[in-house]
């Protein structure tokens, strides 16, 4: 389970985030929805410890995101996609999840099966012993979903996962998420695509200048704006800036 409460950060005279608080569960796909520079990445990039908030706390399964070693942690307990694939293009994919697993303390036999497993979940056999130069966007997306769950983690982070692909390559995402939370996995995903939010999450918390401002299921959503989509009752949050909880 991912919580957050009252995350606040600033850059310069920017507040970049200024209030936002929710809980993801364990077994359910958890949207963080808005528009661009709403303030969601700054929000994941706290929760997993890239950057520090100003002020609020986050927790991954009870774990505080504070200090050099709540940090390592709440690490631990993560997997993350992030907005950027970050791949070494002179690495082969095998190379990217070894790496990535020990990292992640698994060595020996161990980390040879967790590597071998998830190639063949992730449907990258063919690529494993290729250098990632020249990968197209949805192959490098996929060694970067890879690396994030070579070591089983109970937590996965997604920020914009489909974020360049193809439509074949969307499906196969949204299919991989469906099925991380039928496994039990705590997901939180942020986009800003009404068709993804729809077609993944179960529950969503809809972000704007850096707040909260609504939040329940898709279809909770829809009713309580008395619109007949969740874009149109995105747009009535986001345009109002009243918020729904």
Do not use: W
């Amino acid at each position: 389970m991912i919580e957050t409460h009252a995350l606040q950060k600033r850059f310069g005279t920017k507040l970049a985030v200024a209030d936002v608080s929710f809980r993801a569960e364990d077994g359910a796909v958890t949207g963080l929805l808005g528009p661009n520079g709403a303030g969601k990445t700054t929000s994941l990039r706290m929760l997993y410890g890239l950057i520090r908030p100003d002020s609020g706390r986050a927790t991954v399964d009870g774990q505080g995101v504070e200090g050099a070693d709540g940090v390592v942690q709440a690490r631990r307990r993560l997997g993350v996609l992030p907005d950027a694939a970050g791949l070494y293009t002179r690495l082969t994919p095998r190379e990217h999840l070894r790496y990535s697993a020990a990292l992640q303390g698994l060595t020996g036999a161990a980390q040879s099966s967790a590597v071998e497993a998830i190639l063949e979940t992730m449907d990258l056999g063919p690529l494993a012993d290729r250098r990632c130069d020249g990968f197209s966007n949805g192959e490098r997306r996929k060694v970067a979903l890879a690396r994030a769950l070579v070591h089983d983690p109970q937590n996965v982070v997604l920020d914009e996962p489909t974020n360049g692909l193809d439509v074949m390559s969307t499906r196969a995402m949204r299919r991989l998420v469906r099925r991380l939370a039928d496994l039990g996995k705590c997901v939180l995903f942020s986009s800003h695509v009404m068709q993804e939010v729809s077609a993944v999450c179960d529950r969503v918390v809809v972000v704007a200048d850096g707040r909260n401002v609504a939040e329940g299921t898709p279809a909770e959503l829809v009713k309580a704006t008395n619109e007949a989509t969740l874009e149109d009752a995105f747009v009535q949050l986001v345009g109002s800036g009243e918020g729904l909880h």
